[in-house]
């Protein structure tokens, strides 16, 4: 007992502690964003940009599908550029050859390496320069740098509006002909681009480096790395070191002490147990999840094929209906929803068998919220696909469209109905657990747990709510990943602890007392570094030098808690020795086991290889970001959701037996599948690339001449081998599933019985 009242101090001090510094820097983030002018001229007054137009271009931007179509500041997708790196060094290119031409009346590349050095410390003192004016609001750039501009907006506006010259580079970034058909659109496209770039390029006043942090790296401007990348990366790896020396000895600690004994039950406590009405209705939930798993792999598929094939599909023009854009958006926001639904159908489903009891209209309640999430996830792929295709005006792009942000893409109407239903979900779940919330037991701490995990999950959505249409970017950023890490990585990840611990404690495999600890211990350690390690994602987004140390210290804490869990995870899996009734549910727990794997793998190793600040420097923007994104939300969120679908499955279809083979074949091919796909063609990609950023710089590293030779394409090719396999697995899954219904994945005439002598499941 006060072992249990140490943690809960320890959990509300670490929420408190933690919360305070992120809004604390979050406010700073405020302060020092990178400004936006009220105008860009040239030396003799000549307007080039307003404020106006670059908040316009913003929402154009977005309406194109934002960080769908090549990413900004290191965020959004691959194909494409880097429209930041791309516009700096198109721009520093024509400027270096300007004032070659000016002093030595001959192109850059011909004269002697002394003179283009001389010639790149001109540029640098051009480009880097702050010149923005608080007074007015006025950045003033040269009249070189004015043409330079000038030559960049001719060849984006050429490249968005479909001009036939660069039919073949639009081909090589996925961008069909035409993506903008307003010439005023593009003429404001190009004052977000110039913008966002400038932040890339100018020093802050009083410093040696820019908003970003000199990112991304190209040496001809003097974006080289700092200092501080050096020294927050030597801190974050010794963070991680202490944090491991910290676990090992809790672990060997703990071991001195007898662990506690627990009677297993000689039969499965849960075979007699009769599913409610609501508990029932959640059965829905899962066959759209199995859907919308389907659909989310083809819409992966085309996406991948794009990276080879540009805007054609074997040959079959497909852009031109689905563009990239799309497609990724498509692939990126089903898996965020079947994830999320099986994750919620499996609270609805929990609540009742944990009270007990089934409160009046639960099952209406539970039937109300299906229909809901149901218009969410139509209404809003649709409006994103009309967003992208330039059917609506970009206010109404940004409440029914697409948003631009990725993970949150969705319009922002869209986002707050689904705000409002995660708000009734919790509202059916906490009437569902009331009852035994009253009630003095051992449970209740872990029932508490429950509570405020569930509540974290309806309320941290909000974060999503907190920009507009016309939000400076740094702002954007900031909340964006509230929600991206606090509310999928976060407390998704404590929510699916507890749930886990009371299944495993109603299985009669844990005791309630140490189940509690578990999960208050592992969620201390897991909140104490993911919440100050969301600045890990924020280092280039124009925000101080601060954001970058926290992020760097607390972000290498997060492979800690990882650790611990695969730890837990292997615990989990030796429980099945104890008796042999626990090996019905061999496959849920395998599920749960893999979990462990891609948390130590793809959320720690993966994660922490590009995580440091030097790293992530040369990496942000890479497809090294997809082998941590793939394996990290998939690997351990969507292998989560599943494992948590089929313990349901299994209590709703409690007496009969399972037959192995599909469900089986399911899990290996979509581990080895994932595991395929990442280590023959998305990592190799993404460390060639990172060669070519550290050499040449993130420019040529993200372009069409690099990301397009020979070689490069043969990895990317080499994918089919393992998306093939996944593939595979996922609709051995969901033939497993629909054969649940149909009888064909049970064993008829078989059914549990209640001693413990269960039959062989591997035949």
Request: aromatic share 16%; proline share 4%; hydrophobic share 50%.
């Amino acid at each position: 007992m006060k072992k249990s009242k140490r943690l809960w101090w320890g959990f509300a001090l670490v929420m408190i502690v933690c919360f305070a510094v992120l809004l604390f820097f979050g406010g700073e983030i405020y302060h020092k964003k990178p400004p936006i002018p009220e105008t860009v001229t040239t030396p003799n007054g000549q307007v080039i940009f307003t404020k106006s137009d670059i908040q316009k271009g913003q929402n154009v931007w977005q309406s194109m599908g934002g960080h769908e179509i090549g990413s900004i500041w290191g965020h959004g997708s691959y194909v494409a550029p880097d429209w930041t790196a791309d516009w700096i060094h198109r721009e520093a290119l024509y400027m270096v050859n300007a004032f070659a031409i000016r002093e030595y009346q001959m192109p850059y590349d011909e004269v002697s390496l002394e003179k283009q050095a001389g010639l790149k410390v001109v540029l640098q003192q051009d480009i880097r320069e702050n010149t923005y004016n608080k007074d007015d609001g006025n950045i003033s750039v040269s009249d070189i740098r004015a043409k330079a501009i000038m030559n960049n907006m001719d060849h984006y506006a050429k490249l968005f509006l479909g001009d036939p010259s660069l039919e073949e580079l639009r081909d090589d970034y996925s961008i069909p002909a035409g993506v903008l058909k307003d010439p005023e659109k593009a003429r404001c496209l190009n004052a977000f681009l110039f913008w966002a770039s400038w932040t890339c390029s100018t020093e802050r006043p009083g410093e040696d480096v820019t908003y970003s942090h000199n990112w991304p790296p190209d040496a001809m401007i003097g974006n080289i790395q700092t200092g501080s990348l050096i020294i927050w990366t030597g801190f974050s790896v010794i963070m991680l070191l202490i944090g491991i020396a910290l676990l090992a000895f809790y672990h060997a600690r703990k071991g001195e002490h007898e662990p506690e004994r627990v009677d297993y039950p000689k039969k499965d406590p849960l075979i007699g147990f009769n599913p409610t009405k609501s508990m029932k209705a959640t059965l829905k939930y899962f066959w759209i999840v199995s859907l919308l798993f389907i659909v989310q792999i083809i819409s992966g598929v085309i996406t991948a094929h794009y990276g080879v094939e540009g805007n054609g599909f074997y040959g079959f023009a497909l852009a031109d209906f689905l563009p990239y854009s799309i497609s990724r958006t498509w692939h990126v926001q089903l898996a965020i929803f079947w994830i999320a639904t099986a994750w919620l159908a499996t609270g609805l489903y929990m609540a009742p068998a944990v009270s007990g009891k089934e409160p009046k209209y639960q099952a209406f309640g539970v039937n109300v919220l299906f229909v809901a999430l149901l218009i969410v996830v139509i209404g809003s792929l649709i409006g994103q696909w009309f967003g992208v295709m330039q059917r609506l005006g970009l206010t109404e792009n940004f409440w029914f469209g697409h948003q631009g942000y990725e993970y949150v893409d969705l319009g922002h109407f869209w986002q707050i109905l689904l705000f409002v239903g995660l708000l009734l979900w919790f509202f059916l779940l906490f009437r569902a657990l009331l009852p035994a919330l009253k009630v003095r037991s051992d449970a209740k701490p872990l029932l508490i747990m429950f509570v405020i995990a569930s509540a974290a999950i309806a309320l941290f959505y909000g974060a999503g709510l907190m920009w507009g249409q016309h939000t400076h970017l740094s702002i954007v950023e900031y909340w964006r990943w509230w929600v991206v890490h606090l509310w999928v990585e976060g407390f998704f990840e404590v929510f699916a602890t507890v749930i886990a611990a009371f299944l495993f404690t109603r299985m009669g495999l844990l005791k309630i007392r140490s189940a509690t600890n578990a999960v208050l211990f592992s969620t201390i350690i897991f909140l104490f570094g993911g919440i100050i390690g969301t600045f890990h994602h924020l280092y280039f987004t124009g925000t101080p030098l601060a954001v970058l140390a926290l992020g760097a210290s607390f972000s290498a804490l997060e492979v800690v808690p990882l650790m611990f869990i695969s730890y837990e995870a292997y615990h989990t899996l030796r429980l099945g020795k104890h008796k042999s009734w626990v090996r019905t549910y061999k496959w849920p727990i395998y599920f749960l086991v893999s979990v462990g794997f891609w948390n130590l793998v793809g959320a720690g190793i993966f994660g922490f290889l590009i995580n440091p600040p030097i790293a992530l420097y040369y990496m942000q923007g890479l497809n090294t970001t997809p082998v941590h994104g793939h394996t990290a939300l998939f690997g351990v969120y969507g292998m989560l959701g599943i494992g948590l679908m089929l313990f349901v499955l299994k209590g709703l279809y409690s007496r009969n037996i399972w037959k192995n083979g599909m469900i089986g074949f399911a899990f290996w091919a979509l581990n080895i599948g994932l595991l395929l796909m990442v280590l023959i063609s998305v990592l190799p990609v993404g460390l060639a690339q990172t060669l070519a950023s550290v050499k040449h710089g993130m420019w040529y590293a993200r372009s069409s001449d690099f990301i397009n030779q020979d070689y490069m394409q043969t990895f990317k090719w080499l994918r089919v081998i393992g998306d093939t396999i996944f593939a595979l697995g996922a609709l051995a899954l969901v033939i497993f599933i629909i054969g649940l219904a149909s009888g064909f994945s049970l064993r008829k005439g078989q059914f549990d019985i209640t001693e413990d002598k269960y039959p062989t499941l591997d035949d």
